[in-house]
T-cell receptor, first 115, second 113 residues
Framework: KAGVTQTPRYLIKTRGQQVTLSCSPI?????VSWYQQTPGQGLQFLFE???????NKGNFPGRFSGRQFSNSRSEMNVSTLELGDSALYLC??????????????FGPGTRLTVL | AQTVTQSQPEMSVQEAETVTLSCTYD???????LFWYKQPPSRQMILVIR??????QNATENRFSVNFQKAAKSFSLKISDSQLGDTAMYFC??????????FGTGTSLTVIP
């Protein structure tokens, strides 16, 4: 099976712009989670989508949003970019079975730099 | 609140030797799962091993094994016969709810030839 793919791999934006990141999960996986990784804060959970619905949400401002399509592909959007949004954004997919946590399989990440 | 603590920011080991990475956690749950992930310089997060708390037996995957002590809330990772390819950041991860994982701060492991 193909692994989790993320596009683009690298992005450079300026403050105030918005950005959309894309994630395609492993075939058959219905859950997609997003994480932000920075040197200062480490890995932080953004949100999880399952069957086109947000199932869990981390402690991030409303500028961070996402969605999931019927084919389980997910997009993450960040509006009004700030310098502090510079990070590696990781997407992870899993089966999404209810009742217990799945093993999450990660994509290669999107490196976002905000100037 | 659930927390995960990795108290060793950096470690090194000679090739072919054994090294143990520590992780402690806090939870009020009785049934849960714990994970170790590695992140090599390529930045791709890779699952190393997973442990179900209700299982008495420690999980093992080839050269990787865990020492899970539920009462002490300790979940250490042992790497045997260390190889150069084991050089990476290692994260202990705990699912807070569903697939919302909480990651420790990581241990940077360097395998020395």
């Amino acid at each position: 099976k193909a692994g989790v793919t993320q596009t683009p791999r690298y992005l450079i934006k300026t403050r105030g712009q918005q950005v959309t990141l894309s994630c395609s999960p492993i075939s058959g996986h219905r859950s997609v989670s997003w994480y932000q990784q920075t040197p200062g804060q480490g890995l932080q959970f953004l949100f999880e989508y399952f069957s086109e619905t947000q199932r869990n949400k981390g402690n991030f401002p409303g500028r961070f949003s996402g969605r999931q399509f019927s084919n389980s592909r997910s997009e993450m959007n960040v509006s009004t970019l700030e310098l502090g949004d510079s990070a590696l954004y990781l997407c992870a997919s899993s089966l999404g079975l209810a009742g217990y946590p799945d093993t999450q399989y990660f994509g290669p990440g999107t490196r976002l730099t905000v100037l | 609140a659930q927390t995960v603590t990795q108290s060793q920011p950096e470690m090194s080991v000679q090739e072919a030797e054994t090294v143990t990475l520590s992780c402690t956690y806090d939870t009020s749950e009785n049934n849960y799962y714990l994970f170790w992930y590695k992140q090599p310089p390529s930045r791709q997060m890779i699952l190393v091993i997973r442990q179900e708390a209700y299982k008495q037996q420690n999980a093992t995957e080839n050269r990787f094994s865990v020492n899970f002590q539920k009462a002490a809330k300790s979940f250490s990772l042992k790497i045997s016969d260390s190889q150069l390819g084991d050089t990476a950041m290692y994260f202990c991860a705990f699912p807070v709810t569903g697939n919302q994982f909480y990651f420790g701060t990581g241990t940077s492991l360097t395998v020395i030839p």
